[in-house]
């Protein structure tokens, strides 16, 4: 060949390679967009729950399905054209027991094995709980985060988006480089948290600005449930609204307090806080003032509610005048990892004569698992009679399966958790069934069973605090203290594992160190 047309020859080789290497999003040539993975794992687990959580739990969504999840990922949004994204593997389940390790290994393995196949990536969104609790393991999602640098490998930007009760592990805040959580209990703001970690890393990247070069990780030694330290009211109200302030720091990326999650007995369980950025001291000193101010209300959580035993409960609610009066049955409360088949409060309920006595106060519970009952109601269908055993096959700790029996209202097939849900008349309660464990939260779960809880007198539900739409229909409210796998007095569980001193465990401890502990970035970490 002429050597100039070799050298030529050459040189449209090298154009060609360099094109490929920036069209590597498949974008036109010349756009350059960063490549995203996607990926996650979340749940909430209850260690003091005898369940346990199988795969199919986690209903994951590979594919183009994951963005179904992201309203602020779809087809037209602004976001979804940033960047080529890459989506491989997301799941999440309800709140539950501990998760079998075949489940989580396999979950595991399908994620990594789809990163490894579409790599290389400029960042990762991770997607988790941060609460998820794993036969044999004390911090899956440290774990899991960790198997995943090794995959895609240290440079890669990794933004971590978290639910307020999740845990942060030391090796969590090492290997993920931008991380933030929800600011609201309950948790309106979830989607906006997700978008905000999102929004951080495609920012990061298209400045060229890359890891921060900071993260100051701060361990409170506090645990609480969900249900003392709710936003809605004062110290969580107040404390959460100084987190936009740190955050919006100059040279502050994000800031994030969590409570940590209160039913699992592991060293990673309680509170932290996070701040990362490119200003050491702005990182350094919203992260311990933060921190400060957390502890200095440490003493002012109280419940969100009234709280008070079952008995008292039911007796407020039976002399309201409020409708609905709403109860709510915490202790295996599903949405915070109970069972969600405790049998104890439905059996004192039934035992009471208001609600066999015609005309007496009419009552709704939602609700108890009874995979028999079902089978029976689907035979005799609407109208026909059933006599059953339902609940108590996981969590039978504090009371026996209950004999069920009355006349089927309706039947519903098809719901994602629940299966096949049954409405059991038994004098004036109306019971909710269900073919497996669900939570009712809004009030078309309840309608489209045909029923109506705003004319009902007292509703009880397996919740703690009421999520938005059950909050706004409250005529009256309390929590009642029942028992189960997320028992609210966290005396009575009996915690074994976690660090201590711990408050309020140890009331009496003395102030902890809430110096900022710098956390290495990923890429310089050794292995563990």
């Known amino acids: 060949m002429n050597p100039t047309r070799y050298t030529l020859f050459l040189l449209l080789i090298t154009l060609l390679a360099s094109c490929g290497q920036n069209n590597r999003s498949g974008n036109e040539p010349g756009t350059d967009l960063p490549r995203i993975a996607i990926a996650g794992l979340g749940i909430e687990s209850s260690t003091f729950s005898p369940a346990r959580t199988e795969e199919a739990a986690f209903h994951p969504r590979t594919g183009d399905s994951v963005f179904t999840r992201y309203p602020f990922l779809h087809t037209d949004s602004v976001n979804r054209k940033r960047a080529e994204w890459v989506p491989t593997l997301v799941g999440k389940a309800l709140p539950g027991g501990t998760v079998t390790r075949k489940a989580y290994e396999s979950l595991v393995g399908q994620t990594l094995k789809r990163l490894e196949a579409q790599k290389p990536f400029d960042g990762l969104f991770f997607d988790i709980h941060g609460a998820m609790s794993v036969e044999g393991m004390d911090d899956p999602e440290g774990d899991l985060i960790y198997r995943i640098r090794e995959v895609v490998g240290p440079e890669v930007l990794i933004s971590t988006s978290m639910d307020l009760h999740g845990n942060v592990s030391r090796r969590l805040a090492r290997h993920t480089d931008l991380i933030t959580c929800y600011r609201m209990a309950p948790h309106e703001d979830a989607l906006e948290s997700k978008k905000r970690a999102v929004e951080n890393l495609l920012d990061r990247l298209e400045s060229g600005k890359g890891k921060p070069a900071y993260k100051a990780w701060v361990p409170v030694p506090i645990l609480l449930p969900g249900e003392k330290t709710s936003t809605r009211v004062e110290p969580g109200k107040s404390l959460y609204a100084r987190v936009p302030g740190v955050a919006a720091r100059d040279g502050v990326v994000d800031a994030a307090i969590w409570i940590g999650y209160a039913w699992a007995d592991e060293p990673r369980n309680h509170a932290v806080v996070m701040v990362t950025g490119d200003d050491r001291e702005q990182v350094v000193s919203g992260a311990e003032y933060l921190a400060g101010e957390f502890w200095k209300v440490r003493d002012e959580f109280e419940f969100v509610a009234p709280t008070t035993d079952f008995e008292s409960a039911l007796q407020l609610a039976l002399s309201s005048e409020e409708q609905p009066f709403i109860i709510s049955d915490m202790g295996d409360n599903p949405t915070a990892?109970?069972?969600?088949?405790?049998?104890?409060?439905?059996?004192?309920?039934?035992?009471?004569?208001?609600?066999?006595t015609p005309g007496g106060p009419t009552l709704i519970y939602a609700s108890i698992p009874g995979p028999e009952l079902i089978r029976e109601a689907v035979r005799t269908g609407v109208g026909?009679?059933?006599?059953?055993?339902?609940?108590?096959?996981?969590?039978?700790?504090?009371?026996?399966?209950?004999?069920?029996?009355?006349?089927?209202?309706?039947?519903?097939?098809?719901?994602?958790?629940?299966?096949?849900?049954?409405?059991?008349?038994?004098?004036?309660?109306?019971?909710?069934?269900?073919?497996?464990?669900?939570?009712?939260?809004?009030?078309?779960?309840?309608?489209?069973?045909?029923?109506?809880?705003?004319?009902?007198?007292?509703?009880?539900?397996?919740?703690?605090?009421?999520?938005p739409e059950l909050y706004d229909m409250r005529g009256g409210w309390v929590m009642a203290l029942t028992p189960g796998g997320v028992d609210q007095d966290l005396a009575r569980l009996g915690h074994q594992r976690i660090i201590r001193p711990m408050f309020p465990l140890d009331a009496d401890m003395a102030d902890p160190d809430l110096s900022a502990r710098m956390i290495p970035a990923s890429d310089n970490a050794v292995p563990e």
């Open 337 to 356: 990892g109970g069972a969600g088949d405790v049998t104890w409060t439905l059996t004192e309920l039934l035992k009471r004569r208001e609600f066999t």
């Open 384 to 467: 026909g009679t059933v006599s059953a055993l339902v609940g108590a096959a996981v969590d039978d700790r504090y009371a026996p399966p209950l004999l069920l029996e009355g006349t089927v209202t309706a039947l519903r097939k098809g719901d994602q958790h629940a299966g096949t849900e049954a409405v059991v008349k038994t004098g004036n309660a109306h019971v909710i069934v269900t073919e497996k464990r669900k939570p009712y939260h809004r009030e078309e779960d309840f309608t489209r069973l045909g029923l109506n809880p705003r004319e009902t007198d007292i509703v009880v539900v397996k919740i703690g605090y009421l999520v």
